[in-house]
């Protein structure tokens, strides 16, 4: 990482040239300062930078650093939680622009955790990690009954499914919820993750998911490897 910045107070951003302020932008989201991330994000689009670039750029650029650190035991979970915050500072401002020139999002995601559970630190961490990569994540919440599921498929016809459960007492409901696809014959219209502390990959297989998701990082990289594919397909 760059050198940071500590005191914000004296700090003008305005006076950074584009690719310091970039640069900026990656250290400010690391240290989860939501405001500053505000700040720079008008800045950039003021200068003609176009919604999309700021996102890639700056925003998801960013936040890709803050995953990789998350993945390999550098940031823990209260950091991630105040990065992905401040990356909430700046899709604030960058969402209605992007949705006024129809850029394309990474893909799309209805993301939930089971029925019977209602632990969702994990799961508002993988939906905001999923955002930070430019995802569009339509967040279902907890304890999400089969027909719910179906349900919200159906509404929002997105890339992914994403389930999640803490409980060994929850984690089979993730196969109702993937043979009741396969009765309704809708199985292979979307991917489906998994995740929760309990399961493993060989749980993944037996449920017939798509993939098994340790950690957020793991559902971005892996969501955006399997997108990727099906479209080349
Ligand atoms: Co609960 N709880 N809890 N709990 N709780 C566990 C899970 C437990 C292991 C604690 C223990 O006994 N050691 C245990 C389960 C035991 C078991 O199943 N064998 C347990 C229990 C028993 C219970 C209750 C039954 C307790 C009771 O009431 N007697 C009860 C259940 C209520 C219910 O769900 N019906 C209960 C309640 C609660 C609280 C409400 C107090 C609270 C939840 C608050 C909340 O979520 N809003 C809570 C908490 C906090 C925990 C622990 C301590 C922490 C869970 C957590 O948030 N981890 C947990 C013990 C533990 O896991 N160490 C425990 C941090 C989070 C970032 O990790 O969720 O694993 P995790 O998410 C990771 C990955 O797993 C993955 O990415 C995430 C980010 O990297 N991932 C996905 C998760 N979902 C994904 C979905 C994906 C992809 C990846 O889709 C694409």
């Not at 992007?98 to 799961?123: F, M, N, P, R, Y």
């Amino acid at each position: 990482m760059a050198d940071q910045i500590e005191d914000g107070d004296d700090f003008d951003l305005a006076a950074l040239p584009d690719d310091e302020l970039v640069e900026q932008m990656h250290d400010d989201l690391y240290n989860g300062l939501r405001d500053e991330i505000a700040e720079a994000t008008n800045i950039l689009l003021g200068r003609g930078w176009s919604a999309s670039r700021v996102l890639d750029e700056a925003l998801v650029e960013g936040m890709r650093i803050v995953g990789v650190d998350f993945r390999d035991g550098i940031l823990f979970v209260p950091e991630v939680l105040m990065a992905a915050n401040a990356m909430k500072g700046g899709m604030e401002i960058i969402r209605p622009l992007l949705s006024e020139t129809g850029a394309e999002t990474v893909g799309k995601i209805v993301i939930g955790t089971v029925k019977g559970d209602i632990h969702d630190i994990g799961k508002n961490l993988v939906a905001m990690m999923m955002e930070g990569a430019g995802f569009e994540v339509i967040d279902i919440g907890i304890n999400i009954p089969v027909e719910t599921y179906i349900e919200e498929l159906e509404k929002h016809k997105p890339d992914i499914l994403g389930m999640s459960a803490l409980l060994t007492t929850t984690m089979p409901y993730m196969k109702v919820v993937i043979d009741t696809m396969k009765e309704k014959g809708i199985r292979d219209d979307y991917i489906v993750l998994v995740g929760g502390a309990p399961l493993n990959e060989a749980f993944g297989n037996a449920v017939g998911a798509d993939a098994y998701c340790r950690d957020a990082g793991v559902a971005v990289e892996t969501a955006k490897a399997l997108i990727q594919q099906r479209r080349a397909a």
